[in-house]
């Protein structure tokens, strides 16, 4: 546990257990005690068709804890009544959950199920958003609120106020100064009061990746001068009681509570003046940016940390809203966070496996190789490797290694100019290696070829470096024999991993057993991917997404039960995505077999049938490789 810092990122949900494997604890509700889930055996059930109930899902495979995600909610929910409670706020604290950090339909049913005795509501980006939040929230608690961001149109505002006259308890956020024209008009039109907010661009502003949303040159957003314009354009058409929200985002991944207090001082500030000015302010959305701590080190100084807990978050927050507005002497408002990291990144896990690894056996040279070599080298290469030889004798490993990297030279030009062959260019390699080995110079970091898509599954690590901790989920009581780094399938040099947490370039992996035929399995978990690589993966080289298993705690015999499992898009189905139909494929090469082949090409003479079912099972399976069935022992 201590190599991969399981405690540090993985706290409070995920440990290592008595049998060296990856355990989840996941807090069920309160008809069950907090018991410990084997991530190993939830793996077996979900991938093996052998075992008992084995559900044969092909790997890659998220594996979704529903009730990790409720103990993130209430943990957010407490800390902030925690806050408003011990520095006497006067009004509550209520979060909107931002469905583009993930839209599956499960996760936001889940999250308004989970949150609907807190009013946890939701925040939509798009059309597609808005509409899954309004059909979402109609089984969600009442004043949940549905804030609706994002660069919007006159359709977007109608649906949106459609939503109020489903009273549903929507606000239209202006993050274009333009959008509060299409508002007066459309809401006339329709004859539907809205409730809007407006999008502030702070001049605070959060360094680093994250913080491009931030500051005054920041993408969204109004600045002052668009404020007090969109003011005096509600007043003139009697709506300045509609503007009842001010929202700003200071960016992802806040590292510090100061840079946070900042803000939000800034923010309560505006809040305050929109308040003189005549505004019916009620609510303070501070957007998102509650950290994740991916690396376990608590370092602010780093994109995959963060120097604070929840609850600091929420005091810190409470802190400034409060100190801004009693010296103001303004009725402190309303709450709200549209924190999505923070609530989606852990309860959901990916799974893929090892399915071989490079080894760094020498190539082997032989003394008769050797010779041959020997024989055909050039003048200057063979003066190279008589002093490497002597080199050698001395024992100055220095020179050694120096000359056998001048006799490497200079044999491949030799085999570019064609006087040395491919078995000599061979011989020369083994010797080089033979050298390095000697000399304890080789290297030993080894490529593990994983059954994944990196753009697929872990975009924001190939996009803008973004590391997440990565683990073996069992063998974790033997000490790992070797350091890798992961390569995936896809034909692109971009698709390894070769960052780790912690600044390591390979990660500690244990030796593989078997050649996967029959062999031991190896399986590896990508943890706090919850948030964000699921909405951003896309289909690169035609690699769908994953299989997902919900999987919440049961008191049965394995202390949990699968709740809802759903294979990975096949091939047929990825192909689609990009227009291509798969019947009409599948029907193209029935047609070519029945025109090219004869019935009796197979011994059982039904050659086209044949293939036409291998062809079926084709567009069936998903894009993976597909692993002959495990036999590892739990
Ligand atoms: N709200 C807005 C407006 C955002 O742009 C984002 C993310 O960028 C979020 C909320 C969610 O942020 P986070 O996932 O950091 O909580």
């Known amino acids: 546990a201590a190599l991969y810092k399981v405690d540090g990122w993985g706290a409070p949900y995920f440990t290592v257990n ?25 793996v077996k059930k979900a991938s093996d068709p052998k075992s008992t109930g084995g559900l044969g899902l092909q790997l890659p495979l998220i594996v979704r804890f529903p009730d990790v995600l409720r103990n993130r909610l209430e943990s957010l929910q407490s800390a902030f009544d925690l806050a408003v409670q011990s520095q006497g706020y006067d009004a509550h604290y209520q979060g909107v959950y931002p469905v583009k950090c993930n839209q599956d339909r499960y996760v936001v049913e889940d999250i308004v199920k989970f949150g609907s005795s807190f009013r946890f509501g939701l925040e939509a980006g798009s059309k597609p958003e808005l509409l899954l939040a309004m059909s979402c929230l109609c089984n969600g608690s009442p004043e949940g609120l549905l804030i609706c961001n994002g660069f919007k149109d006159a359709e977007y505002i109608s649906l949106a106020l459609m939503a109020r006259k489903l009273s549903l308890n929507t606000v239209i956020v202006l993050e274009q100064e333009e959008e509060v024209d299409l508002v007066i008009d459309i809401s006339k039109k329709l004859a539907v009061r809205p409730v809007i907010g407006v999008r502030a661009k702070l001049r605070t502003k959060h360094s680093g990746h994250f913080g491009s949303t931030s500051g005054e040159k920041g993408k969204f957003g109004l600045n002052t001068t668009q404020i007090l314009r969109v003011v005096k354009k509600l007043q003139h058409s009697g709506m300045l009681d509609c503007l009842q929200l001010l929202h700003f985002h200071i960016g992802s991944q806040i590292p510090t509570t100061a840079l946070l207090a900042d803000g939000v001082g800034e923010a309560s500030q505006i809040y305050c003046e929109l308040v003189r000015l005549g505004a ?99 003048e200057e290469a063979f003066s190279d490797y008589r002093n490497l030889c002597s080199a050698a004798v001395r024992g100055e490993n220095e020179t050694c290694l120096l000359y056998a990297d001048q006799l490497k030279q200079r044999c491949v030009e030799q085999f570019k100019e064609g006087s040395l062959d491919m078995e000599q260019l061979a011989a020369v390699d083994g010797l080089c290696d033979i050298v390095s080995k000697a000399v304890g110079v080789t290297d030993p970091v080894r490529t593990y070829h994983v059954n994944l898509s990196v753009f697929t599954s872990i975009p924001d690590f190939w996009g803008i470096g973004q590391l997440f901790p990565i683990v073996p989920i069992h063998r974790l009581d033997e000490k790992p024999g070797a350091r890798g780094i992961l390569s995936d399938l896809t034909c692109d040099s971009d698709g390894k991993i070769d960052k780790f947490i912690g600044g390591e370039s390979s990660l500690p992996l244990h030796e593989l057993e078997g050649d996967g035929n029959g062999g031991r399995k190896y399986y590896l978990g990508m943890f706090l991917g919850g948030a964000y690589e699921e909405a951003l993966g896309g289909v690169h080289n035609l690699f769908g997404g994953p299989s997902v298993i919900r999987v919440s705690q049961s008191d049965g015999p394995h202390s949990f039960a699968v709740t809802r499992a759903v294979p990975g898009p096949s091939c047929g189905d990825v192909l689609r995505v990009m227009q291509h139909e798969p019947e009409l494929m599948f029907e193209t090469l029935k047609h070519r077999a029945e025109e090219f082949m004869h019935e009796t090409d197979d011994e059982n003479g039904n050659a086209i049938d044949s293939l036409a079912s291998r062809l079926a099972h084709s567009f069936h399976n998903m894009p993976y490789l597909t692993v002959s069935s495990p036999c590892c022992s739990l």
């Open 18 to 42: 008595s049998t060296g494997n990856i355990s989840v604890r996941s807090y069920g509700n309160d008809t069950l005690p907090h018991q410990e889930i084997d991530l190993l055996k939830v």
């Open 280 to 378: 019916c302010m009620k609510v303070i959305d501070i957007g998102g940016g509650l950290g994740i701590d991916y690396d376990g080190s608590r370092s602010p100084d780093s994109d995959v940390s963060v120097g604070y807990t929840v609850q600091e978050y929420a005091s810190a927050v409470v802190q400034a809203v409060k100190f801004v507005c009693d010296r103001k002497a303004v009725k402190h408002p309303v709450i709200v966070s549209e924190s999505g990291r923070a609530i989606v990144s852990h309860h959901s896990i990916l799974i893929f496996e090892a399915v071989s690894a490079s080894s760094y056996e020498s190539p082997q040279v032989s003394s008769l190789g050797l010779q041959y070599l020997v024989d055909r080298l050039g």
